[in-house]
């Protein structure tokens, strides 16, 4: 893997887990690392990681504060 790859997934350990519950994204930033952002992307939505999962999340939470309040 390419050093400018590794540097990045070295950013964070949860990139290195994710890499190894899907290791086909080893074998594709091996031999392309353009991928990454792909990879990345994955990552994000797998991991509820995008800014609309932490709305969603947050608009959930309030929700059942809501529904707390009420009883």
């Known amino acids: 893997?390419?050093?400018n790859v590794v540097s990045?997934?070295?950013?964070n350990q949860d990139y290195?887990?994710?890499l190894r519950e899907r290791p086909y994204w080893h074998r594709i930033l091996s031999?392309?690392?353009s991928k990454i952002k792909d990879f990345l992307e994955e990552y994000k939505?797998?991991?509820r990681k995008r800014f609309i999962d932490k709305v969603e999340?947050?608009?959930n939470l309030l929700t059942i504060v809501q529904?707390?309040?009420e009883e």
């Open 1 to 3: 893997m390419r050093s």
């Open 8 to 11: 990045i997934l070295d950013k």
């Open 16 to 18: 290195w887990k994710f």
């Open 31 to 33: 031999v392309d690392s």
């Open 45 to 47: 939505v797998a991991r």
């Open 57 to 59: 999340d947050t608009s």
């Open 67 to 69: 529904a707390m309040m």
